[in-house]
């Protein structure tokens, strides 16, 4: 046991994910908090706290935990709230369930994400659409020009770090090729056994310049959860407990054009030092990546590599299998699934486990996991470590 850890991931709970319509939003989270139950052994009356990350399909008013609470049957808890930081919540939830643990508020706490934007397919109608241009002119000139939405605003900031660092497509190619490598062994990977090559990546259609569809993020349906308690008791439970040795935030503010920096450079000050260990003791990086350029700027902003070597650092296959660094053992969010922060932490915890299969890093002890919100706004930090 690490003397560090006084609280432990115990339970993990994924669903399926992807093109999945069975179930709505809340439905999606019940399921998950059923599966991360049943992975540690746990039953609901065992749970104290509830902490909820929702998706853009909860439409609940701010009130999803509560939603949650009533959809699960829960009763009497001493922790519930419904949170939101974009995707640098996942790791933001483990952090609060973690201190309210530590301040004896609580003693076992779900952290939870689902969604459920994908429709199912419908016949065509027929009926005639306005133009996008129409549309887009309406919303504003810049709109009208293609400048609207999260897609671009990084792509913005991307083209800005290629043009001061002399970033490339390729750069942020072998990023995406890498990941699909790592998803060919995950089989809960929506992009498991779909080969992806440089030249497939060159040849996909253009998203906002820079970014070709390959480096953005999938969209998917599902639920994942996690089950946090003490450290102690963690050891008493169905799975091998996965350790939370450091935690982290950093919301920098500012112009991300001006900076080119993430929250990563301010939330490792504090999650380093509190697990006790520096960059080279990290076994495997989880980075939270709806862009390849995201994951490419946290390597930067941690000190992996430093500012604006991003690009050659990952040009040689470091990150892929085999490779000296692992990033996104499960294929991420760009080839596995779009949990937003979850889905970094799930792969900590299932290589913390040695549960990878085909993709287990041999020997990980340590995993940096990370989450990111808006346009590198928000962030969060773990450290996380085997209780093997």
Sequence with gaps: MNKQATSAIAGLGVTPQGKVYDHNAVGFAVEAVRLALDDAGLQREDLDGLLLNPGISWNDGGLGSFQLQQALGLRDLRLSCTMNAGGATACAMIHHATEAIAAGQCTTVACVFSDAPLRPPQPKSGTKQGSASAYAFSRGLDAAYGMFGINARYATVAQRHMHLYGTTSDHLGAIAVAQRQWAHGNPQAQMSGKPLSLDDYHASRWIAEPFHLFDCCLVSNGGLAVIVTSAERARDLRK??????????????????????????????????MAGVELADIDVVELYDCYTFTVLVCLEDYGFCAKGEGGPFVADGKTAPGGSLPVNTGGGQ?????????????????????????????????ALVSGNGGILSTHSTLILGSGR
């Design 240 to 273: 091998p407990p996965v350790d939370v040795l450091g935690m982290g935030q950093g919301h920098p503010g500012g112009d991300p054009l001006d900076t080119l920096s993430s929250g990563a450079a301010l939330a490792k000050q504090t999650a380093l030092p």
């Design 334 to 366: 760009l080839s596995s699934f779009y949990m937003w922060g979850m889905t970094p932490v799930s792969e900590a915890v299932i290589q913390l486990r040695g549960e990878g299969g085909e993709r287990q890093v041999a020997g990980a002890r340590t």
